[in-house]
């Protein structure tokens, strides 16, 4: 079972609504990730951190923003969502020394309305 | 730019067959490749990985081939079972940036 966990798994939300996704790990991992993906499309870099205070934009263009204030908790801002913004939000994470691929959470999947 | 890319968008394998997966990556550089199995509505799971000084590595019922010459991947899942029904990525890590890239996914749909 993976100790990444994401809040929620699924939000149903209106136009110009400011939206926090959680997603907080168990493991001690520093580096943290999150990925947008469309249904059966592939996953997209959007966000990402190598540890405490630190976050880079990913190699998709997102209007979200991310904070890395605690190791374990790495949460992804939508300031006024829209229907463009409908996806799943993926967050993972990996440890800190080499590279041994991601832990992935269960995602959660939005909608704007 | 960097790709890595998959030749079928759907496998359809019978119940108990083995099933092949393919990947193209075009990044020579990179030096770690990953497969994940997504099911519906859950997050990619971890299969099996390699590094880029092996060319094979097996678990269970699953098999990695990596060959560098051609940059090619394969999955290779021995008797194939109902429960291995999902999308599967491959995705490649180039190297200084621990960031995966990841190709389109291929759907595995098993038949009885």
């Known amino acids: 079972e993976a100790d990444i966990y994401q809040t929620p798994r699924y939000l149903v939300i209106g136009t110009g609504k400011k939206i926090t996704l959680e997603c907080s790990q168990t493991?001690?991992?520093?580096?943290m990730y999150w990925y947008q993906q469309d249904p059966g499309m592939e996953l997209h870099l959007i966000h990402y951190?190598?540890?405490?205070?630190?976050?880079e934009k990913g190699d998709l263009s997102s209007e979200s923003t991310v904070s890395r204030i605690r190791t374990e908790h790495f949460p992804l801002t939508l300031e006024s969502a829209r229907p463009s913004h409908t996806s799943q939000y993926l967050c993972?994470?990996?440890?800190?020394?080499?590279?041994?691929?991601?832990?992935f959470g269960s995602g959660t999947r939005l909608t704007v309305v | 730019g960097e790709s890595v890319g998959l030749h079928l968008p759907t496998l359809s394998v019978q119940e108990g067959d083995n099933s092949i997966i393919n990947c193209a990556y075009s990044?020579?550089?990179?030096?770690?490749f990953i497969w994940y199995k997504q099911e519906s509505g859950k997050g990619p799971q971890f299969i099996i990985d390699?590094?880029?000084?092996?060319d094979k590595r097996q678990g269970q019922r699953v098999t990695v081939l990596l060959n560098k010459t051609v940059k090619h991947l394969s999955l290779q899942i021995a008797a194939t079972q109902p429960g291995d029904s999902a999308v599967y990525f491959c995705?490649?890590?180039?190297?200084?940036?621990?960031?995966?890239?990841f190709g389109t996914g291929t759907r595995l749909q098993v038949t009885l």
């Open positions: 493991m001690g991992h520093d580096k």
């Open positions: 990044n020579s550089a990179s030096d770690y």
């Open positions: 995705a490649e890590n180039t190297g200084t940036a621990s960031k995966l890239t």
């Open positions: 390699i590094r880029s000084n092996m």
């Open positions: 951190s190598y540890g405490v205070n630190s976050t």
């Open positions: 993972a994470s990996s440890r800190g020394q080499g590279f041994y691929g991601y832990t």
